[in-house]
């Protein structure tokens, strides 16, 4: 029992405590709101979380067994990915979006850049299943599954027999995303009260609460709603976002609201990675905006800024880096043998 104290205390950062039976109790930080994610329909157990982390981690999942989830959300880019703009799946094949970072998913309730899955829980069906990702079907994944000891023995801890689905593997596949919290930056900290904020990170502070928080509200740092942010659409691309889902022209060129968090760790910026360095975002705010019939009001103007205070704003921004989480190894390798 002390042993399992401390893998939890490893795995979540004190954000979960053991109850009995190998289960575990998500529980939040003070000062964040309440989760959306349904726990009970999935309770979550220690050994569902590793059996998800070692999934993640297996270029199983994929039809020539070349890529893992891994490849395209590294646990030290914050589970995204910083080699290339737009994320590659097998065959060296090339994607039209940019890997979002994988962090706080219990409080979103839709997932993807255009919002098409609306629960954790399938998340890792569309790129299990996406051509140009791993392009597999996930019956086939879980034959492949069955063939392997390792993962019959670990399906039949969970379950009481080895039988392996599709629901199973997404289940699990889901307690491992759960578990990847980032609550320990320099801003959570101020927010516990244990340090406080630069004169200059103060200043940029109160720029973000005056230009940025409407869209990345804290503490999480995002809405996770949709947004037309002004950027001129890739020709190559030609990805009109949310409209590519709900085919409403009122969702055109609408994007998730990505987090701010761990902006350090998760350039390029941008669903198609556009951007490298965060001065590059904030010039494209102050003159690069692009207006259409569905840009986010508040972006009508842009928003100007001197060179001294896009400084002042990404010192603020940089206090949002939780290294701790992001060199976590218990969020990397798996443990399952």
């Known amino acids: 029992m002390k ?56 270029p199983i999942l994929s039809k020539d067994s070349s890529i893992s989830c891994a490849s395209c959300h590294s646990p030290f880019n914050a589970f995204a990915h910083t080699d290339h703009d737009l994320s590659h799946g097998i065959h060296d094949s090339i994607g039209t979006r940019n890997a979002p970072s994988l962090v706080n998913l219990a409080w979103q309730k839709s ?31 879980a034959h492949k599954l069955s063939r392997h000891q390792v993962y019959t023995k670990a399906f039949s801890n969970i379950y009481t027999d080895n039988k392996i689905t599709g629901e199973r593997i997404l289940k699990v596949m889901a307690q491992f995303q759960l578990s990847l919290v980032s609550s ?47 950027l001129a659409i890739d020709p190559t691309l030609n990805d009109y976002g949310r409209y590519k889902v709900t085919k409403k022209s009122s969702d055109s060129l609408l994007f998730k609201i990505p987090t701010l968090r761990n902006l350090k760790y998760s350039y390029p910026y941008m669903h198609d990675g556009r951007f490298d360095k965060l001065r590059d975002v904030l010039n494209h705010y ?19 800024l001197s060179s001294k ?29």
């Open 286 to 304: 102050d003159h690069g905006i692009v207006t259409s019939e569905t840009i986010s009001p508040i972006l009508k103007e842009g928003i100007s």
């Open 111 to 141: 997932f993807m850049w255009d919002g098409a899955i609306n629960h954790l829980d399938v998340q890792a069906l569309a790129p299990i299943s996406h051509p140009g990702e791993m392009a597999d079907d996930i019956k086939n994944v």
């Open 184 to 230: 320990n930056s320099k801003y959570d900290s101020v927010r516990r009260r244990q340090s406080s904020f630069s004169n200059q990170e103060l200043h940029g502070y109160a720029l973000f609460a005056t230009h940025c928080n409407t869209c990345h509200v804290e503490p999480l740092f995002s809405s996770y709603e949709f947004a037309n942010n002004g």
């Open 3 to 58: 042993n399992r104290r401390i893998l939890v205390g490893i795995v979540f950062g004190a954000l979960v405590v053991l109850s009995a039976f190998n289960t575990v109790k998500f529980a939040k930080p003070k000062y964040f709101p309440e989760p959306v994610y349904n726990f009970t329909l999935n309770p979550i157990s220690l050994d569902k979380i590793e059996l998800g982390r070692k999934l993640f981690y297996d």
């Open 309 to 337: 205070q896009k400084t002042d704003l990404i010192a603020f921004l940089l206090t949002l880096n939780d290294k701790e989480f992001v060199f976590n190894k218990k969020h990397s390798f798996p443990s399952i043998r």
